[in-house]
């Protein structure tokens, strides 16, 4: 990990690189505030942590480049909880390139993705499943994944894997005052906790099925809605979405090209797709986009089958779980189907939105008063944990060295957990998905 070498000082754009009202341009590092000084009018090398200076920033030809605020952090303070400063400018793309390469010329090189996190894990700013967090929070499309996001931030996570660890860490400590004690010599008996950590893997396994339930709200779910050339379909798409975005038609064939959006569906983000109905055709351009409904219908998470029972259409047989059958037309042919709506009257639509929501979440139901995961790799740490935990349990008959065995394996999970115990590999891996500035 030579490029998160963090002796060097470093800037990046924390805001989009678009126009914009305002712009923030953050460094940090050792000496950071003295290598900006020359080039800033207001006083920052002796303004406390969290002042905002105003002043002016130029060049070395003291040619202003913006007006700005800057916020200075001491070290042990800010983000990375090194020496630091944020740059508060005008959102011009002209302005961020000059004071970018500003910062460059002066000796601050350009920070790689995840480097300022990186530096907050490092200083024990954070643990890894916080700093995990911190790119869940920017990434999430829905406010129950950002919630959850931020409670990581704030250290859930870290507080479980805290405690569990420091009950295993009491066992293995009664365990060890045996092991040095030869066979005549122990004090006395010991008899392996099996209630005490039968409650553990419990609440590691809880936690650990978060992850089904926390991936649905934060990565979503493709919903292909399919059936007959004027089923309804696109009523049913237009009335999910609220708006009239595919064609309405009593054409048949009038959808020839599947049209997808992204929608919140019970705070579960979609990807929907409206697609070309099927029938007998000899059309090259239909039979064409009918081959990509069937593309579309293999890989979606959710079918949502629209028959009209008006027209004589007969119901999609639910053979399996990614199947859901929805009658259109209420207002013409009544509550005969188990699941109806109108596009008409809207009558039934509720109902169809929680059928797909419930169907969506089916087999990702989390426990209660659990923090939640969004991390597969939280989620193969935590079963580790538990496995090993088991057969230590399961060697509760067998020498103590080697319960003792099993119960450092499930220490060393949790280590991996936190971050306490971890490989510049992972950390490579981890930290090179954030985000440019975080």
Same mark, same amino acid.
């Not at 991936?215 to 919903?223: D, H, K, M, P």
């Not at 099993?406 to 510049?424: M, N, R």
């Given at each position: 990990? %030579?490029?998160?070498?963090?002796?060097?000082?470093?800037?990046?754009?924390?805001?989009?690189?678009?126009?914009?009202?305002? %712009?923030?341009?953050?460094?940090?590092?050792?000496?950071?505030?003295?290598?900006?000084?020359?080039?800033?009018?207001?006083?920052?090398?002796? @303004?406390?942590?969290?002042?905002?200076?105003?002043?002016?920033?130029?060049?070395?030809?003291?040619? *202003?480049?913006?007006?700005?605020?800057?916020?200075?952090?001491?070290?042990?303070?800010?983000?990375?909880?090194?020496?630091?400063?944020?740059?508060?400018?005008?959102?011009?793309?002209?302005?961020?390139?000059?004071?970018? %390469?500003?910062?460059?010329?002066?000796?601050?090189?350009?920070?790689?993705?995840?480097?300022?996190?990186?530096?907050?894990?490092?200083?024990?700013?954070?643990?890894?499943?916080?700093?995990? @967090?911190?790119?869940?929070?920017?990434?999430?499309?829905?406010?129950?994944?950002?919630?959850? +996001?931020?409670?990581?931030?704030?250290?859930?996570?870290?507080?479980?894997?805290?405690?569990?660890?420091?009950?295993?860490?009491?066992?293995?400590?009664?365990?060890?005052?045996?092991?040095? $004690?030869?066979?005549?010599?122990?004090?006395?008996?010991?008899?392996?906790?099996?209630?005490?950590?039968? +409650?553990?893997?419990?609440?590691?396994? #809880?936690?650990? +099925?978060?992850?089904?339930?926390?991936?649905?709200?934060?990565?979503?779910?493709?919903?292909?809605?399919?059936?007959?050339?004027?089923?309804?379909?696109?009523?049913?798409?237009?009335?999910?979405?609220?708006?009239?975005?595919?064609?309405?038609?009593?054409?048949?064939?009038?959808?020839?090209? $599947?049209?997808?959006?992204?929608?919140?569906?019970?705070?579960?983000?979609? *990807?929907?797709?409206?697609?070309?109905?099927?029938?007998?055709?000899?059309?090259?351009?239909?039979?064409?986009?009918?081959?990509?409904?069937?593309?579309?219908?293999?890989?979606?998470?959710?079918?949502?089958?629209?028959?009209?029972?008006?027209?004589?259409?007969?119901?999609?047989?639910?053979?399996?779980?990614?199947?859901?059958?929805?009658?259109?037309?209420?207002?013409?042919?009544?509550?005969?189907?188990?699941?109806?709506?109108?596009?008409?009257?809207?009558?039934?639509?509720?109902?169809?939105?929680?059928?797909?929501?419930?169907?969506?979440?089916?087999?990702?139901?989390?426990?209660?008063?659990?923090?939640?995961?969004? #991390?597969?790799?939280?989620?193969?740490?935590?079963?580790?944990?538990?496995?090993?935990?088991?057969? @230590?349990?399961?060697?509760?008959?067998?020498?103590?060295?080697?319960?003792?065995? $099993?119960?450092?394996?499930?220490?060393?999970?949790?280590?991996?957990?936190?971050?306490?115990?971890?490989?510049?590999?992972?950390?490579?891996?981890?930290?090179?998905?954030?985000?440019?500035?975080?």
């Amino acid at each position: 990990m %030579a490029h998160y070498a963090t002796d060097e000082p470093v800037y990046a754009l924390a805001t989009p690189y678009s126009p914009s009202a305002l %712009a923030v341009i953050r460094a940090s590092g050792e000496g950071v505030l003295s290598i900006f000084q020359p080039y800033f009018t207001g006083r920052i090398t002796d @303004a406390p942590s969290g002042k905002a200076v105003h002043g002016y920033v130029k060049d070395e030809c003291g040619e *202003r480049i913006d007006e700005v605020m800057t916020v200075v952090y001491r070290k042990g303070h800010g983000y990375t909880s090194e020496e630091a400063f944020e740059i508060m400018c005008h959102g011009s793309l002209p302005v961020i390139r000059s004071l970018s %390469a500003l910062l460059e010329r002066a000796g601050i090189r350009e920070a790689e993705r995840g480097e300022f996190t990186y530096r907050a894990f490092m200083h024990g700013r954070m643990d890894l499943t916080e700093a995990e @967090a911190v790119e869940e929070i920017v990434k999430a499309r829905t406010e129950r994944a950002g919630s959850d +996001a931020l409670s990581r931030l704030t250290g859930s996570i870290y507080r479980e894997a805290e405690a569990i660890k420091d009950s295993v860490l009491n066992i293995l400590a009664s365990l060890e005052v045996q092991l040095d $004690y030869g066979e005549d010599e122990i004090p006395e008996e010991w008899v392996f906790p099996h209630e005490e950590v039968r +409650a553990i893997i419990t609440r590691l396994r #809880s936690i650990a +099925a978060t992850f089904a339930s926390s991936r649905l709200y934060s990565e979503g779910a493709s919903v292909v809605i399919a059936g007959r050339t004027n089923a309804g379909k696109s009523s049913l798409f237009n009335a999910l979405l609220k708006e009239n975005r595919a064609i309405v038609s009593s054409e048949e064939g009038t959808t020839r090209d $599947y049209i997808e959006t992204e929608a919140v569906i019970r705070g579960i983000p979609v *990807r929907l797709f409206d697609t070309a109905g099927f029938r007998e055709t000899d059309g090259s351009i239909e039979l064409e986009g009918i081959r990509r409904t069937e593309e579309l219908m293999e890989k979606a998470d959710l079918i949502i089958y629209v028959s009209d029972p008006s027209s004589g259409d007969d119901p999609h047989p639910d053979d399996d779980s990614r199947t859901l059958t929805v009658s259109s037309k209420r207002d013409i042919t009544g509550r005969d189907a188990p699941l109806s709506f109108s596009s008409v009257t809207g009558e039934g639509l509720d109902e169809v939105i929680d059928a797909i929501a419930e169907r969506l979440s089916r087999g990702t139901e989390a426990p209660e008063g659990v923090p939640r995961i969004d #991390s597969l790799r939280q989620k193969e740490k935590l079963e580790e944990t538990a496995e090993a935990l088991e057969s @230590a349990e399961l060697s509760s008959f067998a020498g103590f060295d080697i319960i003792a065995m $099993y119960l450092q394996s499930a220490l060393s999970s949790l280590g991996e957990l936190t971050g306490e115990i971890t490989g510049d590999d992972i950390l490579d891996r981890l930290f090179s998905s954030f985000c440019l500035g975080k």
